[in-house]
């Protein structure tokens, strides 16, 4: 009826970075001539950067789930045990991909919205003392739910499995130190915290990571880090790399390298409080409340209200596109996204039009309260030192 | 510290709208070859639909400054009569005009807040039979304060004045009716309703003021408007075309006659009206109580406080651009846009902020007040037929 911008507020693909989309119009390189091959090798270094990682960390054209496969075919061999945490939709997929590539697959399953418990790991890697993996999700985006990464590695680490994080939505919104706990492999996706559309993932690659790698058997071309590695180190990629994407991100990493990572989660973390304090002083429920992630928070719907009449009323009513659930979660929970391009005026826009989304449905909302739930936090983060 | 998006709020240069932004990348087309010649008709075409006139409306590659200039410049001789109404910045530009150009300018001066009451453009055109014009603002976009335009054309249609108004902020904010009304010049800018970036003005000229142009005799070459009219029609523009943001008008123009130019409208009157809602909410005194425009809400600061500090405050913490006051109102007001592509989400966000931002300066705010003021605006206009 009047002016609705569209925006893009999924947990990925997120909002893009201008300077980076900009960047995108300056395609007209050859991947092999030296225009790319200045370029190339500073995104590496900079992508190895933000991760925080001395270990390589590899670009491959593809969605995450891409990258998810490289993580497995590129470390295993057939009939090789891995331990999967599976607590959503994402879990789900480490078990079809062990499937598909015939592992033997010792899978420890959590409800929707709760995560697998460290101590369970442990035992799983007792009663399985050849697992060649663990792998799980840092956050696992279908619920809004984060591992206890730090943990889990820890307990990974003293035992010959690699710690195999699907951190595609962790990245960027939660600590994650590498080298420190000892991640093997990391997987990120541009369209994410990286803050440019969908195309590229990332996978960082350790030391016994790579060992590994000598004696895995099963098959690979394309996602062969192995050759993508040997191609990094020449400053190019081993196939045609999507340029344009190359571009933007070599823009979105240098906004992050400025910004900080550490700041780009807090950043997340104080989004996720605010949101988590504004929807509970509504009066809603949080879909995982033991363990949310700061990257998406998943809220359930009032009982008796289909989620999905949450995101039409953001979409018709404001132009605002927010997730709903997935799988069997679809029509349960709502959810909404921090990490990335995200900022608080996001925030305060999108809970005044939940309020009036909830108000429209005949649900009492007492306006502007989940708003200044938000404002509180905001007070409390920035004003804290200056304030009167 | 976080991440602030930056944010254009002022009015003009406006928020650009994105499908807009992005056509401009096709401007490697030639303005004398047919690929032009294809576009520019459709553009002025419906340019004049969205003026909502049947005479000519033209294309100057300028800013506004430069189709007041021609609105003067080619419907004058030296020594003629004007009367201007004097009520702000851009009141004032048209006195500069009238002097540079040697004019007789009759002024009729309102404190800046105020407007010129059309009775005193009766009175002044009864005293000065002879006047050719009366030039005055739509909407004045130094105050936030908007003429009546209906009343003030309705008298000098019956004179053989010329009615020349700066719509620059006034079209797309209010309704105006070009022809109904008998408003012989009216200008616009690209950067304000318009949703595209700075660089075009547009001036619709009536039958009236092509005749009076036929014995105009005041110096004119660029903007040379008959000069531009027998190009227009056939399809190309008298000089070098600004083809970027033809390419971007094109766009802006399709969006805006999908939505509807009442709709527009509509939209920045709505806008307006929450946030004359919401700064009263919060205490703050608006600066054009009784004629306020729906292009611009002119704020005071509170008292003691120079409004300055509220604009960086916004920038600072928020990466939100406001505009503070011109001239002698610097320091005094500050300035919250309405006009073109701004949304709910945009007010929402601004007026949280502003929340925070009087807070962080030792003002008692009520978090979320001023935003449910918002909200409230926001369900009557939408909600009243379907809500329970």
Known sequence: MHIRKQRLLTPGPTPLLPRALHAM???DIHHRTQDFIKLYPQVLADLKEVYGTQGDVLITVSSGTGALEASISNFFSEGDTIVICSA?????????LAKAYRLNAVVLTAPYGAVVAPERVEQALRENPAAKGVAFQASE?????????????EITKKTGALCIVDAITGLGTMKLDIDGWGLDIVVGGSQKAFMIPPGLAFVSVSEKAWAQNAGAKLPRL????KREKKMADKGESAWTPNVSLILALAESLKYIKSLGMDKLIENAQLLALGTRSAVTALGLELFAPHSPSSSVTAVKAPQGMDS???VKGFRNHFGSIIANGQGTMKGQIFRIAHLGYFDFA???????ELELILHSKGIPVEFGKGVAAVQKVYAEAAFKPASV
Chains 1, 2 share one sequence.
């Open 25 to 27: 119009m300056a395609s």
């Open 88 to 96: 959503g939709k994402f879990g789900e997929r480490w078990v079809d």
């Open 141 to 153: 985006t279908s619920t809004g739910a984060a591992h206890d990464v730090q943990a889990i590695a």
């Open 222 to 225: 394309y996602f062969d880090l």
């Open 308 to 310: 999905g009449e949450i």
């Open 346 to 352: 996001d925030l305060f826009a999108v809970i005044a």
